[in-house]
Nanobody
Framework: QVHLVESGGGLVQPGGSLRLSCAAS????????MTWYRQPPGKGRELVAT????????SYADSVKGRFTISRDNAKSTVYLQMNSLKPEDTAVYYC????????WGQGTQVTVSS
């Protein structure tokens, strides 16, 4: 079955960087777009970035454009989110998701940006 496992979250100071990873299994990874979402404390889940199966097309939320980069390694069935110039408002639980007839989500990884 589809299994997504996020990692790489943690506590970072404003202006710092983190790289999140999402390891996927249970499906043909290269055939599917992958998406990162986040859920800030007390708020709803919001889309952060998407990448197509071959990795040729990416899109970003306006709030992260120019600071975050989504990428993937299809040989490793892993999608990444490089986050630079982090701000306190980036604090959230970050999830990866794949739509394969149904939305499959990972368990999430906490990112806290604070001094």
């Amino acid at each position: 079955q589809v299994h997504l496992v996020e990692s790489g979250g943690g506590l970072v100071q404003p202006g710092g960087s983190l790289r999140l990873s999402c390891a996927a299994s249970g499906f043909t990874f290269s055939s599917y777009s992958m998406t990162w979402y986040r859920q800030p404390p007390g708020k709803g889940r919001e889309l952060v970035a998407t990448i197509t199966g071959a990795g040729g097309v990416t899109s970003y939320a306006d709030s992260v454009k120019g600071r975050f980069t989504i990428s993937r390694d299809n040989a490793k069935s892993t999608v990444y989110l490089q986050m630079n110039s982090l701000k306190p408002e980036d604090t959230a639980v970050y999830y990866c998701k794949v739509f394969r007839g149904y939305d499959y989500w990972g368990q999430g990884t906490q990112v806290t940006v604070s001094s």
